[in-house]
């Protein structure tokens, strides 16, 4: 179990499956920057975070609620959390843009889920991520494949904080999208690979040059 002091935010979940050096730079070195992606996805949440805890129905609607789970060691707000009167329980976040090729949304989703089991003593057994562009709920089951990523991804954030780690620079397509692209520099880091390997291949071709253990033969 996790105490307070090691809780760290579901958010960096994220941060960590899109890339492992944005997940550093923004939680080991505190950086941050804003693109206009940031932009849009905060203005979002801020809308679903606008309002009270309201009623539709049975259900009960709250807003920003707090979660953490000592057990995963995650603290964190839920844009949505809605609540029926037969016991189910149901996270939803607000996404910009549309579904992502990768789990990112649904590990996070799934994180959620997982400190209001623990929080409540209670099972939950599917949420919703609402996307901007399509404007409707994306129905996610948090079976066991899930669970084991989010608590996977978990450890693995962990691990990075706990040990300071900032994995090296890679230039990657999804470095177009990324807010910190001009304070990660990933083609900075490619230029000094290439440097790198260009004192290498001297280095290889002097070596070539140099004498070798047979060419002192002679003075035997
Ligand atoms: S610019 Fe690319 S390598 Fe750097 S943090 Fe962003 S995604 Fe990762």
Redesign the pocket.
């Known amino acids: 179990m996790y105490t307070e002091q090691q809780l760290l935010p579901i958010s960096a979940l994220q941060h960590l499956i899109?890339?492992e050096?944005?997940c550093a730079?923004i939680h080991v070195e505190q950086l941050w920057a804003e693109n206009v992606w940031t932009v849009e996805g905060r203005q979002l949440h801020n809308k679903a975070h606008d309002g009270k805890t309201d009623s539709r129905g049975d259900t009960r609607i709250t807003r920003s609620l707090w979660l953490k789970s000592h057990r995963l060691g995650l603290i964190g707000q839920a844009d949505i959390v809605e609540f029926s009167s037969d016991g189910t329980v149901t996270p939803v976040e607000y996404k910009r843009g549309k579904p992502k090729t990768d789990d990112s949304d649904r590990v996070q989703l799934c994180a959620q889920a997982i400190c209001i089991e623990e929080m409540l003593n209670t099972t939950i057994e599917r949420g919703a991520l609402f996307y901007g562009t399509r404007k409707r709920r994306t129905d996610v089951a948090f079976d066991d494949v899930l669970r084991q990523k989010t608590e996977l991804v978990t450890r693995r954030l962990h691990q990075m904080i706990d040990q300071r780690e900032t994995p090296a620079?890679?230039?990657?397509k999804?470095?177009e999208k990324?807010s910190?692209?001009e304070l990660?520099m990933?083609d900075s880091m490619k230029r000094e690979k290439g440097v790198a390997s260009w004192n290498a291949r001297q280095y290889a071709g002097r070596s070539a040059d140099a004498p070798k253990s047979d060419d002192f033969s002679i003075f035997e």
């Open positions: 899109f890339c050096r944005q730079l620079a890679k230039r990657q999804k470095c990324c910190l692209l990660c990933p």
